[in-house]
Each structure stands twice: as structure tokens, then as C-alpha cells.
């Protein structure tokens, strides 16, 4: 480990010395765009510089991605100060990501402000989203539901398009090939014509996936391919009325050894902004998504079909924004939507439905011209589950020019999703067990008292745990209120921030045993039950060295537990086994380790040159992640110390080069995971090693642009 | 006269001499009033009480059923000794000076407590598993012989995949499980080392009952807890089970694991399960509650 983190010194150290020695001439144009040119829209659904937010805000700009040279969603926020790309190791494919500790489930993913559906087990694979063609990623950190509702618990991430500008058609084609036969091509076309303007993307991705255990059958990542096909429209009806549609669509299918898994996602937005007068404007936006997985699994030799498991999930939304400007800097913003649901899947006894409404206000001041106050709240009201109030309040205080202090104090939430609700689903091939989402657990429970499936004391009645008079209570939603407070600093060529954070989640939704069948299976069913909290501090600096040659570094600090195990532990004393013995051994409580896949430590830095005399670039970006546990393995139900579960602290480097030849061609090199960091998966038996990492990736990328 | 008050006064000189050599160096019967504790395993201590007591440990001669057992310490009033290995129970008998006695209640001579570890006693099942019917018969364990039975009521504890049933209460209508003829009873102690488990005193049996194991055999409700990722089954730790044995003895255990050779780390694909490695104490007197 001691080797690996010299290296990383080495590597960086050297980069630093190459790039300033060969540094002579200034010139403007940087990699990070300039401070002032930044805006986001993400924070307050309005365009708003990003230096001036009150909230704890991230933005990706496009120039970032394209020199980072990597082309998916999950792979430019695993780089961002705070964010973290969870390996999902245990099981092997997606990847969830992960702010101020708060897991994918928690987290709201947006394109061009309206939300991409479609989750496996509460985790979004942001590897789906292909970033080719966008402006910018802007993360907001800390609950959003005041503006954005369900799931913005732990952040929202917005992934802004580009938008077409030049008269001229413009437009580019890349190739990269990457390790892993991994071949990515994009084609895209732009053009802004008067009042029309369109843009059209093309994506294609195929790779032969890996495999991180060598010894047993089959791979880890199958190999697979998949489309992205994105259409853009831009349109000025009048001065007044501007039209924006849009349309995605992603295809994907895995090459598994038996059976089927495809993946097919769509989109289709359409916006109309209606300006009524400097001050004032309207926007009318209808969104309908579709999201569609089948899965076939396939007994090879009796070719006769073990699972069949479809999923289509719809989501129509209508909604209205208007805006209003009282005065510059005073700005009020209210919306109203309805949301209409629908999922149809093979565990489902029926298709299922949603509807929702919500409306939502937010006023955005500054009473005195130091201080910027954003007030907002929104309220869902739903068809299944409890209404929900989500009330949020930001401050920036600028002390000096140079220096401000932002805080803020929001709620968010998480609607119960379908498989807690409707779920109705009987393992008949594994084990007969059975689970009952919340709406239909009665008639579950009832229907196997009538089959005279439960089980029965001697006078004939049936034991129930749960009795059936406290069964069907509606689910509350999960939520949390989360703090934010820290300190900025911009001045010249340095920019700090400081963010101190805390997140209480109350009604996180469990699984518990709601009776034991004759045969010994259990059925589950759903309760409000656990919460947690994750508290923390993130430092992000930037340091222009030179104009064109830029140090960014990051660091979070994180403590994430689960408050019942807290307390439990408290009262009752911890323990664990002694890993020898067997026998059980008292532990302190501080060897607790806190919730599943946290690291305590997170650091990221990251050098950007650009040499535009040669028309070249270069970088260099390193991750840190302390050591996490994946799950308790000595059956005390939490992770501890005396687990073996946990998977040693890595570094990640990643370089990249460019240049730009006959002015439209640019060449990409690079490496991600330059180290080629394995690791060693805490589960794998002795004779049969697992990976964590599939190890270096090296890539190519031809760019020709017009 | 005078020749007669020298001889009186010689006569009670004499006397007086030979009483108080009497006094000194004669023998004078001691009592036993008392023995405690009045039973005890070998190498227990015991405090006897009585009075004149010699003050030379050589000089007592103290035996239980026969066996001569170690002085530890003497006074006039109390002797402290510990029950010699051999010991058998009935009188304990006190001799010295040409004096013999026995203490005024017998003592009980009780057997060791054992001490010991049962290793991969198998708890198959021919059902489907994942929570499929349990079938097949129960493996029934006595701590008596510290091995597995086939006897129908001289078992105290049976085992089938994680499913542990007690020989006490009823039937609880599962396929296959043994008849209960027996007066078992289990105690689950939580959140506690095996060692500070020092009774069964004072502690709640329940038996097996009609539709329900005293044992709930579901995961984080008895004894194991069952990991998803892992597909691991795992004893809690800090969960002692306290039995009550078929005929009225007391034993505590606590499972170590769940598969072949009670591997440190066990995998589920790897090791075998089914397999249950459990330490135990078994108290083999009647009616005695000591589980240390």
C-alpha cells in the first residue's frame, strides 16, 4: 500500500514539474472556465451564477469531461470532491453513486431538468447516461424536494445539454477504444439557423466487459452494447414564445451465457418558455419517460426458462413554472405539476399506478445587499402514500468581496416506491417465500389464512406476529433534514470552500416478518423502522498555478451510523466473535464501523495543462478512497471491526493527453487506473481470488470536428 | 493431725497436679455442629464448624465416604478442607485424638460439571432450503452422552437445518419432528459472554409449542442471523441458550457455527452447512442450577 501512494506522489510530482517547466508563455483559456462565466440552474431552478450560491453546489464543465476523456456519467462524478461511484462488488454490474455519504436511493438524477427513471433495487446506473453531447453536470448537494420532490434526499444531479450556436452546421465524430475491447462511437450534429436550431447525438457503446474472478464460470460484466440516440429542437415561435422537444432514446443488451437482458429507456421533453415581459415569464414543459427492462434467464441443456423478469415503468409529467423579478435580485418562482405513474412487472399481481400532484414556491432576496436568502417549500400530495410538506432555507452572507458564509437547512424525502407498495411476489423456485408490499399485505395475509397456508396453534388460530388489525397502515414516506454550513473563499487565482454537512434520515422503509407458512418460509412485509444520519466536512480548493495550468484538490471527511445500532449498542454492550476461538468476545462500541460502503476519507486531486501553442493537453487526476466494509459477516447485524468485510483504502490514477492536429482532428491517450489497482475482494476464498478493480484501462480517442 | 493435714494437703497437691496434667496433655472430645456447603462437586471447598478443634491439621484425620481429604486450614472452631477426588457422597467423619465423628448431615459428593464442544453435528434437511419445507428427521443430541441418540426419549435437543426443536412442550406440526416425552425447557439469554452465564437459576423456559419452536427458527429472532449477500448463516453473538434438559438437568450453549469444522470464515459456497459446532456446559446433578 506504502508503494502505491509513493507512486502516486512520484506520478503527480512529476506532472507538476513537466508542466511548469514547460510552462513560458500566458495565454487565456483555461480548462476550468472562468468564475464568472459559471452559472448553474440546478440550486434554484433559475439561472444563477455559481459563486454566488447560497448551496453547497458542483459543476462539471464540458471541457472537463472531453479532456478527462471519459464518455459516461459515472465516470466524471467519481472524480468530484464529496461524490463516490460505489463498486457494487458483491453482486457484480452497476455502479451507485453516492453524495455526503447518501446512497444512490436517495439521490435524483436529471437531464435537462426532468428525471430519468428506471432504477434496479433503488440504484440508478448512471453508466446508462452517455455525456458526449452535454454543457455541464451540476450537482446540488443536500435535500432539493423543496424544488424537485421525491428522491432528492441526498442531491440532485442535473445533466445540462448543449445547446446549438453556430450558424454553420457543426458537429463531430469520435471513436475511443479503450481496454476490454471497450469501443465508443459519437456522432453529433448541431446547428443554430436563424429560429430554428437543432442538435442530434449519436452514441454507441460495446464492450467485452471483465471478469474479476478468474476461477469460476462465466464474467462479471458480460459483454454488452448499447445505443444512445438523443434529438434536440429548438424553435422561437415569437419574441415571446420559445419551443424546446427533445427525445432519447437508449438501447442496451447484455450477451449472457443463457437467456436474455435488455434495457430500453426513452424520453421525450417538450418545453415552451413564454416570455411576458422582462420580468416575468412562464414555461410549460411535458415530460413522458418509459423505461423497460426483460431478463430471461435460460436452463442451457432443457432450454426451458428458470426467470422471467420484465419491468415498464412510465412516467408522464406535466408542469408549470412561472418566474418573477421584482427586482434584480429579488426573484420569486412557482410551479405546479402532476405526475402520473405506472409500472407493470412480472412480481406484480397487476399493473400498478401513481398519480401525484405537487406545487412549489421559492423566493429568492437579498434584504440587504450582503445578504442572499432563498425560502421555498413544495408539497406533494399522492394517491398511495402520507403528503409531504418539504420546506427548505438557504443564507450567503458576503463578509467581504472575497469571502461569504453559506448555510442552509432543508428537508427531502422519498416516496415508498412500487416494490413497497405492490409488490406480490411468492419465490416458488427459491424457497417459497413470500413478500407483501404495503397496499397489498392484507389481502396477501388473507389469502394465505384461506389457503390455510399459515401456520396454527392447537386451537386452530393463527399465529401471526404482526396481527391483522395493525397490518395495511400506510407507509410513510422516508425522509430527511439535512444541514449545510460552510465558508467560501475566491480571490484571484484561489478558490476554497469549506462544507459542513449533517443528514438525519427518519422512516427509512424495512422488511419485516409478518408470519411463518407451513412449510417453514416466511412471508415479509414492509415497516418504517431505521434511521440513520451521515455528518461530515468537504474542502474543495482550486489553484490557478499558472494560466494555463490548474491544481483542484478535494477532501471529505464522513461519519455515516445507523442511530438504532448506536443506541442498541449503548445499551446493551457490542459483540462480536473472536476470529480464532469462535466464542463470542465483549467489543467496545467504537468498533462499530458505521453504515455499509462509507469511506472515512475521500480525496481527490486533480492537475489540468493545457499548451494551446501545440494545441495540446494533458492531465492527471487522483482518487483516494479510505478504507469500507461491504457487510457484517459475524452475525451481529452491524459492521465492525472484528468483520472480515472490508476492502483496504486504494488509489485510483488517471492521465490523459490531447492534441488538437490539422485543426479539426484531436488525439486522446490516456489511462484510468494507471496503477492498475486489483485489490482483493474480502469475500473470495483463498484458491479462487477476487478482484475489486478489473485493473489499467488504457484508451485511445480520434476526434474529428467540424 | 498433722501428719494427716501434711498427707491431705500432699494428697490434693498430688491431685492438683494431675488434673492440671489432665488438662494438658488428656484428650478432650471435640462436636461438629455444621458442614457447608452441604454439597459440592470434587475440588469444592468446605468450611466445617465446631468446637475444640486440635490446632494441628496432622493431627485430624477427615474423610468423605472413605477418602481422605486435604486440610487447608484449622482454628479451635472451623476447619477448611475441599472435597478429595474419589469423594463419595454420605457422611463426612472427623477424627482426632482417639475421637471420631460425623458432621450432622451428610454430604452429597455432586459430579464435575462437563465441560466440552460438539463438532459438526449434522442437521440435514430434505427440503428445498431457502425456506422451502423442512423435511427429514430431526438429528436428536444428549448432553448426558454428549453425542447424537437415536433414542426416542433420552435426547434433549434436536436439530434440523437451522431449526432447533427442545424434548418438552408439544408437537409443533412441522413434517418429520420427533415426539416430546421429556420436560425440556429453553432460555434464550442475550447480549452476554459465555462465561457470565453462571446459573440457570432464576431464568423463563418456554417449551415447544403447537405451531411455534421455543427456538424461533427465523433469522435475528433466535439464534442465527442469515446474511443475503452471503448467503451466510451466522450464530448472534452474545446469545447463550440455556436448556432445561428432558429430565430436569441444566445445560447452556453457545453455537460457534453453522458449517464443516467451524471454519474462522466460512463460505457458502465452499463449506459445507448444516453443520452445527456449539461449546457447552452441561450439569449432570439433579436439581443443581451451577453452570460454571
Known amino acids: ?94 455502479e451507485g453513486v453516492q453524495i455526503q455519504g447518501i446512497a444512490s436511493d436517495y439521490i435524483m438524477v436529471l437531464i435537462d431538468g426532468v428525471p430519468v427513471v428506471g432504477r434496479s433495487s433503488g440504484n440508478l446506473d448512471l453508466s446508462r447516461l452517455a455525456i458526449g453531447n452535454i454543457q455541464q453536470v451540476e450537482v446540488v448537494k443536500g435535500p432539493s424536494s423543496a424544488l424537485f420532490g421525491s428522491e432528492a434526499l441526498g442531491g440532485v444531479i442535473n445533466i445540462i445539454t448543449e445547446r446549438p450556436k453556430t450558424e454553420k452546421i457543426s458537429g463531430q465524430i469520435t471513436h475511443r477504444a479503450a481496454s476490454f475491447n471497450n469501443q465508443n462511437t459519437t456522432v453529433s450534429v448541431n446547428q443554430r439557423k436563424g429560429k430554428l436550431g ?153 399493473q400498478v399506478t401513481f398519480d401525484s400532484q405537487y406545487v412549489f414556491a421559492q423566493y429568492d432576496f437579498r434584504p440587504i445587499k450582503k445578504l442572499n436568502i432563498i425560502v421555498g417549500a413544495r408539497f406533494d400530495n399522492h394517491s398511495v402514500y402520507n403528503s409531504q410538506l418539504s420546506p427548505k432555507i438557504s443564507a450567503r452572507y458576503n463578509i467581504t468581496e472575497h469571502l461569504a458564509v453559506k448555510g442552509s437547512v432543508g428537508s427531502g424525502f422519498k416516496a415508498p416506491d412500487f416494490r413497497q407498495l405492490f409488490l406480490d411476489f411468492t419465490n416458488a423456485a427459491g424457497g417459497n417465500y413470500s413478500v407483501f408490499g404495503k397496499e397489498v399485505e392484507v389481502q396477501g395475509i388473507e389469502r394465505l389464512i384461506a389457503n390455510d397456508e399459515i401456520i396454527t396453534d392447537s386451537e386452530g388460530n393463527q399465529i401471526l406476529p404482526v396481527p391483522l388489525s395493525e397490518l395495511g397502515e400506510p407507509l410513510n414516506a422516508e425522509s430527511s433534514v439535512g444541514y449545510n454550513l460552510g465558508v467560501g473563499y475566491d480571490k484571484g487565482k484561489f478558490r476554497g470552500d469549506i462544507n459542513f454537512f449533517r443528514n438525519d434520515f427518519t422512516d427509512l422503509i424495512d422488511t419485516r416478518i409478518l408470519a411463518t407458512k407451513r412449510n417453514g418460509a416466511n412471508v415479509f412485509g414492509y415497516i418504517n423502522r431505521e434511521s440513520v444520519y451521515t455528518q461530515g466536512m468537504e474542502v474543495d480548493l482550486r489553484y490557478k498555478i499558472l494560466d494555463q495550468l490548474t491544481l483542484s484538490a478535494g477532501y471529505q471527511l464522513l461519519y455515516a451510523f445507523d442511530k438504532d445500532v448506536e443506541e442498541e449498542l449503548a445499551e446493551n454492550g457490542a459483540f462480536a466473535r473472536d476470529p480464532e476461538t469462535l466464542e463470542t468476545i465483549r467489543i467496545s462500541e467504537d468498533d462499530y464501523f458505521g453504515l455499509e460502503n462509507r469511506s472515512r476519507h475521500i480525496i481527490n486531486a486533480k492537475l489540468f495543462y493545457e499548451i494551446p501553442k501545440w494545441g495540446a493537453n494533458a492531465n492527471l487526476r487522483v482518487i483516494y478512497r479510505s478504507r469500507f466494509g461491504l457487510t457484517d459477516r459475524n452475525g451481529n447485524s452491524f459492521l465492525d471491526e472484528f468483520d472480515n468485510s472490508f476492502i483496504e483504502g486504494f488509489t485510483l490514477i488517471n492521465l490523459s493527453f490531447g492534441k488538437t492536429f490539422f485543426k479539426h482532428y484531436q488525439v486522446q491517450v490516456g489511462a484510468n487506473n494507471l496503477l492498475d489497482f486489483t485489490g482483493t475482494n474480502p469475500f473470495s476464498a483463498p484458491e479462487n481470488q477476487i478482484a475489486v478493480n478489473p485493473g489499467i484501462q488504457i484508451f485511445g480517442r480520434l476526434n474529428f470536428h467540424f | 493431725m498433722k501428719t494427716t493435714l501434711k498427707l491431705f494437703s500432699l494428697i490434693f497437691i498430688l491431685f492438683a497436679f494431675v488434673a492440671c496434667s489432665d488438662d494438658d496433655e488428656g484428650p478432650v472430645e471435640f462436636s461438629v455442629t455444621a458442614i457447608s456447603p452441604e454439597s459440592g462437586t470434587v475440588g469444592t471447598e468446605i468450611t466445617i464448624t465446631g468446637t475444640d478443634f486440635p490446632s494441628d491439621a496432622a493431627e485430624v484425620n477427615l474423610t468423605f465416604g472413605g477418602v481422605s481429604a486435604t486440610i487447608t486450614s484449622i482454628s479451635s472452631t472451623q476447619i477448611v478442607t475441599t472435597v478429595p477426588a474419589g469423594a463419595t457422597s454420605g457422611e463426612v467423619r472427623i477424627a482426632a485424638n482417639g475421637f471420631t465423628s460425623t458432621t450432622p448431615t451428610t454430604f452429597t459428593v455432586l459430579s464435575d460439571l462437563v465441560q466440552a464442544r460438539a463438532s459438526n453435528i449434522p442437521a440435514p434437511t430434505t427440503g428445498g432450503g431457502q425456506g422451502a419445507p423442512d423435511e427429514g428427521p430431526f438429528t436428536k443430541f444428549s448432553f448426558a452422552t454428549g453425542a447424537v441418540t437415536d433414542s426416542d426419549t433420552e435426547w434433549d435437543i434436536a436439530f434440523r437445518a437451522t431449526t432447533i426443536a427442545i424434548n418438552g412442550g408439544v408437537a409443533t406440526g412441522t413434517n418429520d419432528e420427533p415426539e416430546r416425552n421429556g420436560n425440556g425447557g429453553v432460555a434464550l439469554v442475550r447480549d452476554v459472554l459465555f462465561s457470565e452465564v453462571t446459573t440457570a437459576n432464576g431464568l423463563t423456559y418456554t417449551q415447544d409449542a403447537d405451531g411455534a419452536f421455543a427456538i424461533n427458527p427465523v433469522s435475528d429472532q433466535g439464534w442465527y442471523n442469515y446474511n443475503g449477500a452471503l448467503f451466510l448463516v451466522s450464530p448472534i453473538p452474545g446469545t447463550v441458550l440455556v436448556f432445561r434438559t428432558h429430565d430436569g438437568k441444566y445445560a447452556k450453549i453457545e453455537i460457534l457455527s453453522y458449517y464443516r469444522d467451524a471454519p474462522e470464515e466460512p463460505n457458502a459456497f465452499v463449506d459445507e452447512a448444516r453443520l452445527y459446532t456449539f461449546n457447552y456446559i452441561y450439569n449432570p446433578n439433579e436439581g443443581e442450577t451451577s453452570l460454571e
Open chain 1, 198 to 350: 437543432y442538435s442530434l447525438f449519436i452514441d454507441r457503446l460495446s464492450t467485452d466487459g471483465f471478469d474479476l474472478a478468474d476461477g469460476d464460470e462465466g464474467q462479471t460484466v458480460n459483454p454488452f452494447f448499447n445505443y444512445t440516440f438523443n434529438g434536440r429542437m429548438y424553435y422561437d415561435l415569437s419574441d415571446k414564445l420559445q419551443l424546446f422537444a427533445s427525445g432519447r432514446y437508449f438501447l442496451q443488451d447484455f450477451d449472457i451465457p443463457s437467456g436474455t437482458s435488455e434495457e430500453r429507456d426513452g424520453n421525450a421533453q417538450l418545453r415552451i418558455d413564454h416570455k411576458l415581459s422582462d420580468k416575468s415569464q412562464f414555461e410549460y414543459e411535458f415530460y413522458y419517460t418509459n423505461y423497460v427492462t426483460n431478463e430471461q434467464t435460460v436452463d442451457p441443456i432443457e432450454n426451458e426458462i428458470l426467470l422471467d423478469n420484465d419491468f415498464d415503468q412510465q412516467l408522464f409529467r406535466p408542469e408549470v413554472r412561472f418566474n418573477h423579478s421584482f427586482t434584480p435580485n429579488s426573484t420569486l418562482t412557482m410551479g405546479g405539476g402532476y405526475n402520473f405513474e405506472s409500472l407493470d412487472r412480472s412480481l406484480f399481481a397487476d
Open chain 1, 1 to 94: 500500500m506504502s508503494l502505491n501512494k509513493n507512486n502516486c506522489l512520484i506520478i503527480f510530482s512529476l506532472f507538476l514539474w513537466v508542466a511548469l517547466s514547460a510552462q513560458k508563455k500566458r495565454e487565456k483559456d483555461s480548462i476550468l472556465t472562468e468564475n464568472l462565466g459559471e452559472v448553474v440552474v440546478t440550486a434554484t431552478r433559475t439561472v444563477r451564477q455559481l459563486s454566488s450560491l447560497p448551496l453547497p453546489v458542483t459543476l462539471i464543465p464540458q471541457k472537463q469531461i472531453t479532456n478527462s476523456g471519459v464518455t459516461r456519467l459515472n465516470e466524471i462524478l467519481s472524480e468530484q470532491t464529496g461524490i463516490v461511484v460505489t463498486p457494487d462488488i458483491t453482486t457484480g454490474g452497476g
